[in-house]
Nanobody
Framework: QVQLVESGGGLVQAGGSLRLSCAASGRTFSWYVMGWFRQSPGKEREFVGT???????FYADSVKGRFTISGDSTQNTMYLQMNNLKPEDTAVYYCALRTTYSGNNYITSSSEYSSWGQGTQVTVSS
């Protein structure tokens, strides 16, 4: 089973930037899909963005144009570059992995992912 380890969270002022990393143990395959989700206290886990190792990314409207997902297949690591952060971006951020083939679909539902990282806190002060 692939394990995911996140890093890079922290405290930043509004308008600032952070980069999160998600390292996957073991081998990844081109049909794997990885995603980022976030959860604030009292709220449900929310889709942020997703990446196919075969190519392509998709984002939630709330982060489009500010967040960028990328991957380094040599390191089995996915990144989330977050720019122009807002206080409403404050949450615990989780990375997730889906190993089941999904074709050309972008997977936005958390229930479709089988492995999860431990989460990393991102706090944006106003």
């Amino acid at each position: 089973q692939v394990q995911l380890v996140e890093s890079g969270g922290g405290l930043v002022q509004a308008g600032g930037s952070l980069r999160l990393s998600c390292a996957a143990s073991g081998r990844t395959f081109s049909w794997y899909v990885m995603g980022w989700f976030r959860q604030s206290p009292g709220k449900e886990r929310e889709f942020v963005g997703t990446m196919r190792w075969s190519g392509g990314t998709f984002y939630a409207d709330s982060v489009k144009g500010r967040f960028t997902i990328s991957g380094d297949s040599t390191q089995n690591t996915m990144y989330l570059q977050m720019n122009n952060l807002k206080p409403e971006d404050t949450a615990v951020y989780y990375c997730a992995l889906r190993t089941t083939y999904s074709g050309n679909n972008y997977i936005t539902s958390s229930s479709e992912y089988s492995s999860w990282g431990q989460g990393t806190q991102v706090t944006v002060s106003s």
